[in-house]
């Protein structure tokens, strides 16, 4: 009997311990359109969960890659459909699965978290890109935003600074929203204080993929746009379009001319590929803007495992925190050695506000007029 008592106790011992090894935190990510795979936006958002993972030993529910560093942290990630259509369904079934922490990936989650969060008031909500009104520090959601117009000047310094002389550069733009314009109009302005001869009407390009969040997912446009803009004389060309940049960078390729990325390193992960064709490619790509969306995510989560909470309200990532910036790794140092100092002093005049930097291309012309 005694021994059948302490199998008993032994038993209920290992299901107690059992029962308390539930996640402390569940933290989850909704995609935009294009999904984990866009080798941009959404990758960069992966890697923030990945981090979290590692940093507080979590692991990613039903992930294919299998990442686990322990059981403390849940994390996982839902994709929308092809149309985005599903993004309120998507951030629903993550509330109602119990999630302490859930971050929409893109402008386009706006209207359907500020619902969902509203439906939901005891749960903290993250949005990268979008823009919800009247928050504070006790809302229960937070704007994520990056001053990728910062970034996109260091871009535009890239190109005004290593453009052969008499060509062209130009910038491929994703869907035609307020938002890209910011990258282009950083683009433009670096270019323009860099290179004079840039300033000509002209010399600089720009084309957008569309008007909506296809735009973002459409390389046979970008390639389209990427090959004209080289055919009218551009050497190298930046684009802000996600997906659609994989078109640049096979334009690039294909014509021998040069091309800058967004968002992660895509660089090295061309470089690093599995892809014959896409490690050649990665010749092409001069650097990336890092838009640290791993940064927000990875920040975002941290607050809340180790304060317990969420502050509401708004934050922006830029060259101050480091929150954009620009790739350099094993693969294109020696290409941008040349001008590493140029871009760094550009950039320790930016945070000092020594340079101001136009948010929007429509600004770029009144800006000129007292930059240079």
């Known amino acids: 009997m005694k021994r059948v008592l302490l199998l008993t106790t032994a038993l209920l011992l290992v299901l107690s311990l059992s029962a308390g090894a539930a996640p402390k935190y569940k ?30 030993k ?60 509203g439906d939901f008031p005891d749960i903290h909500f993250g949005i990268i890109d979008g823009w919800i009104p009247d928050l504070n520090e006790s809302s ?24 052969k002389k008499g060509t062209k550069v130009g910038f491929l733009g ?5 938002l890209i314009h ?38 046979k446009t970008g390639e389209s746009i990427a090959v004209n803009f080289f055919k009218q004389g551009a050497s190298i060309v930046y684009h802000a379009s996600g997906g659609t940049g994989a078109g640049l960078f096979k334009a690039a390729k294909d014509l021998g001319k040069l091309a800058i990325g967004v968002d992660s390193d895509q660089g090295l992960i061309y470089a690093t590929s599995k892809s014959a064709e896409e490690k050649k490619m990665s010749e092409f790509i001069l650097t990336s803007m890092l838009k640290r969306v791993d940064n927000a995510v990875l920040l975002t989560g941290e607050e809340l495992i ?14 101050a925190n480091d929150g954009v910036g620009y790739a350099l790794n094993d693969y294109n140092k020696k290409k941008l050695q040349p001008i590493k100092a140029k871009l760094d002093n550009l950039k320790k005049q930016i945070v000092a506000g020594k340079i101001t930097v136009p948010d929007d291309d429509a600004k770029v012309a009144d800006w000129a007029k007292t930059a240079f």
Do not use: W
């Not at 080798?39 to 990945?50: E, I, T």
């Not at 871009?155 to 290593?162: E, R």
């Not at 994703?174 to 307020?178: E, K, V």
């Open 174 to 178: 994703g869907m035609d929203i307020p």
């Open 306 to 319: 180790e304060t317990g909470k969420n502050l509401g309200g708004y934050k922006t990532f830029s060259l």
């Open 182 to 219: 910011k990258f282009q109009g950083g683009f433009i302005a670096g270019a323009m204080y860099v290179n004079k001869d840039l300033r000509a009407p002209g010399m600089i390009l720009g084309q957008y993929a569309g008007k909506d969040p296809t735009a973002f997912n459409d390389p």
């Open 27 to 56: 933290i989850g990510i909704c995609f935009d359109v294009g999904g984990r795979g866009d080798q941009s936006f959404n990758d960069s958002a992966y890697n923030g969960l990945v981090l979290l993972a590692k940093q507080f």
């Open 140 to 163: 229960n959601v937070t704007c994520l935003g990056f001053a990728e117009h910062e970034g996109s000047f260091l871009m535009g310094a890239v190109s005004g600074l290593l453009a």
């Open 58 to 117: 979590g692991f990613i529910k039903d992930d294919p890659s299998k990442v686990s560093f322990g059981q403390e942290i849940e994390l996982k990630y839902l994709e929308p459909k092809s149309g985005g259509q599903d993004r309120e369904l998507i951030l629903r079934a993550m509330a109602e699965d119990g999630y302490n922490l859930i971050i929409g990936v893109g402008f386009l989650y706006s209207d359907s978290l500020a619902k969902v969060a």
